[in-house]
């Protein structure tokens, strides 16, 4: 596998006396497509250009294989950039623009010729090769700019948001695109984006990032399913967050009293204690809601009533909005899944029962 580890060991960054990076310390593996995930403001792109060497952190290393990179400038450093903003040489074709990292480092014409056209057929661009920038869409002008950020063959790949300016479908596409050049190149991606859809659909690892520091690094389903705290629970999708009281433990399951909704089953792998205030989240797809009793899971499975507060029809899938003792559910329900006569039915301003097991909820948050 090409491309190198990158270690930043507790970096930290202040602009003035505000402090964009607290303690950020991430070990990403060579080949590994990694994503910074977070809202705007939280830090990403300061991290990034720490990493391509723009800036200089105010404490900690970088290190690629084991090697500090902190004294090395940006051109040393084997590492490339690709921005929102493609950057590309207006005046330059697409063959020129891909060329000029080439050019600058006075490599022959046959290398060149041969080298161009191997990263534009790469990013599938071989017939627009004389056109120039503006000639071209955003999602083209993304590629050129991709294919000239790898054709120094850097060791690791720095994307800040290549695809904020495309529009929703051409989002979807690049993200294949990238998927598929990522895997051509072998190196090391990481992946800078405050959109968690499309850090989750293309990324090995994501870190999660909120006020200058980590939250939580783990693989998509580990951040989905198992969120290290509310921050990332509400972050990534969709969720239910409910508070309650542990009344009694034992039988594989907790009893938490909710306020307004009453006594919940809870199965959580942490340890569970009477008196402990706990905070749980139930994914959308866990929730089943139906007019009919009988449809919702008997044993040991919670079963509320609540109210249809509102119905969004998205295509494959319908959301419900369903409140019951105080609380809003957010139900989702993919369509070709209905249970048989069940939640088709459903209706706004229905009474509905409203169900799920007690191990589909997580808890994310114990306190004594
Ligand atoms: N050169 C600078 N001088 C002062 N403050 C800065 C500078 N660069 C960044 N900041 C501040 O540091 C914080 C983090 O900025 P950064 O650009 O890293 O955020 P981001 O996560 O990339 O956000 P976005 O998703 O909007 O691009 C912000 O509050 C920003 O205002
Ligand atoms: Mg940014």
Redesign the pocket.
């Known amino acids: 596998m090409k491309g190198c580890r990158v270690d930043l060991r507790a970096i930290s960054k202040s602009?003035?006396t505000?402090q964009?990076l607290k303690d950020v310390s991430l070990s990403i593996q060579k080949g590994e497509f990694f994503s910074l995930l977070?809202?705007?403001?939280?830090?990403?792109?300061?991290?990034l250009r720490l990493i391509a060497g723009f800036d200089d952190p105010g404490a900690g290393d970088i290190l690629l294989d084991d090697s500090s990179i902190l004294a090395l400038p940006a051109n040393e450093r084997h590492v490339n950039t690709v921005f929102q903003s493609y950057a590309l040489f207006p005046h330059l074709s697409v063959f020129e623009n891909v060329a000029f990292p080439l050019r600058l480092r006075k490599k022959p014409s046959g290398f060149i010729r041969d080298e161009v056209a191997r990263y534009l057929s790469m990013v599938r661009l071989e017939e627009h090769r004389d056109k120039f920038p503006a000639q071209l869409s955003g999602g083209q002008k993304q590629r050129v700019a991709i294919a000239r950020a790898l054709i120094n063959e850097p060791a690791v790949l720095l994307l800040?948001?290549p695809l904020a300016a495309l529009d929703a479908k051409l989002r979807q596409h690049m993200l294949i695109e990238l998927d598929s050049i990522h895997d051509s190149v072998g190196i090391t991606f990481i992946y800078?984006t405050?959109d968690q859809q499309e850090a989750i659909s293309i990324s090995d690892r994501v870190a999660v990032?909120n006020e200058?520091a980590v939250l939580q690094v783990g693989t998509p389903q580990e951040i989905y399913e198992s969120p290290a705290d509310l921050f990332v629970a509400r972050f990534i999708g969709e969720t239910t967050i409910l508070v309650g009281t542990v009344v009694r433990t034992g039988g594989g399951a907790a009893e938490v009293n909710v306020p307004g909704l009453g006594p919940v089953a809870v199965q959580s792998a942490k340890a569970l204690a009477p008196g402990n205030t706990v905070t749980f989240t139930i994914r959308p797809e866990k929730l089943v809601a139906s007019r009919e009793k009988q449809d919702l899971p008997g044993n040991g499975g919670n079963c509320f009533q609540g109210v249809v507060e509102e119905i969004i029809y998205t295509g494959f899938l319908t959301k419900f909005f369903i409140k019951a003792g105080g609380t809003t559910f957010r139900v989702f329900r993919q369509h070709g899944n209905l249970p048989r006569g069940g939640d088709s039915a459903i209706a706004w301003r229905d009474t509905v029962y409203l169900g799920w097991q007690a191990g589909d909820a997580y808890v994310v948050e114990v306190k004594q």
């Open positions: 602009f003035g505000y964009a977070g809202p705007s403001g939280c830090g990403k792109t300061t991290l800040d948001e800078v405050h990032m200058g």
